[in-house]
């Protein structure tokens, strides 16, 4: 009897060692992670000042750092795994939307269409972009460093009220701003006939993007309002389940 009680509370023992470990390499992973996401976003941001004060205009600014964009950005697809895991409490959903369409934004809409590279919409939603990311991962990294200061919580949760809707401005003029070029080229579309018997219209998935923007952005936005609410304010939200 003793030895059986004596071997439970040894079990827990190791599983509690084994939870510590886990949660220790979690925190590790996320602090260099946000580390390097603030650096990426940085150096982009010290590369476009850099850009226009050398060039004094905004053309070609966008060729200058598209490699360097394309790679961090897509990299940010490591968060859909944090939340899948469950080292990140957030849903999959809200994370997933935010990643892809910015990774649609760079690859698929922004990289592939040289003619649109150069649109002021561009660069708005780059400004917009970086200083939201800079933020972001920063809060991350100090917050995980338990020394989180109050300038950097506060900008966390209050910059995106202004940012994300010009962020979505600067998107959706950069798409609209695609789309004859889309329309006029044929680009990434499939017309019948062909071996597959399938057909697909690029430019009618872009206006569909676009218009999915309608239903989307809003419950990201409210979902922001409501982590502002819970961190600034210390109110209480229960989360649905994905
Ligand atoms: C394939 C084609 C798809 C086409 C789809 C088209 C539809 C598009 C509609 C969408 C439009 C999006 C437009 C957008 O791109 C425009 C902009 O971004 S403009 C710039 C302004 N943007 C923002 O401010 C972005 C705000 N969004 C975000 O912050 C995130 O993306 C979001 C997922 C929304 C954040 O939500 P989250 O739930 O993570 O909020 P929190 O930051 O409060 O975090 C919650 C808890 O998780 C911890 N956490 C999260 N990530 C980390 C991490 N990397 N490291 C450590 N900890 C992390 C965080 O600390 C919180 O924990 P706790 O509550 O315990 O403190």
Same mark, same amino acid.
């Given at each position: 009897m003793a030895s059986s009680e004596e071997d439970g509370a040894a079990e827990e023992k190791e599983n509690n060692n084994k939870k510590r470990t886990k949660s220790a390499l979690a925190t590790a992973w996320l602090t260099f992670y946000n580390i390097a996401m603030t650096t990426g976003w940085l150096v982009l941001t010290l590369a476009m000042m850099r850009f226009y004060v050398e =060039?004094? *205009?905004? =053309?070609g600014l966008y060729r200058s750092i598209a490699r360097t964009l394309k790679f961090f950005q897509t990299f940010a697809l490591v968060e859909v795994g944090h939340c899948a895991i469950g @080292?990140? =409490? *957030?849903?999959v959903i809200v994370t997933g939307v935010q990643v892809c369409s910015r990774i649609f934004m760079v690859w698929f809409v922004t990289s592939s @269409?040289? %003619? &649109? %590279? #150069?649109?002021e919409s561009v660069i708005l939603f780059l400004v917009v972009w970086t200083v939201t990311e800079i933020t972001r991962y920063s809060y991350y990294t100090f917050n995980l460093l338990n020394h989180l200061p109050h300038f950097v919580k506060w900008a966390r949760y #209050?910059?995106? &009220?202004?940012l994300y809707p010009l962020g979505v401005i600067g998107e959706l003029l950069t798409i609209y701003a695609a789309l004859p070029f889309v329309r006029r080229s044929g680009m990434y579309s499939m017309r019948l006939p062909n071996k597959y018997n399938v057909s697909f219209d690029y430019y009618y998935c872009l206006i569909i993007v676009m218009l999915s923007y309608i239903p989307l952005f809003p419950q990201l936005y409210f979902h922001m309002l409501r982590q502002r609410r819970k961190v600034l304010h210390g109110e209480v939200i229960v989360e649905k389940d994905d």
């Open positions: =060039k004094g *205009t905004h =053309k @080292i990140v =409490k *957030t849903s @269409i040289r %003619q &649109i %590279q #150069n649109e #209050n910059f995106f &009220i202004v």
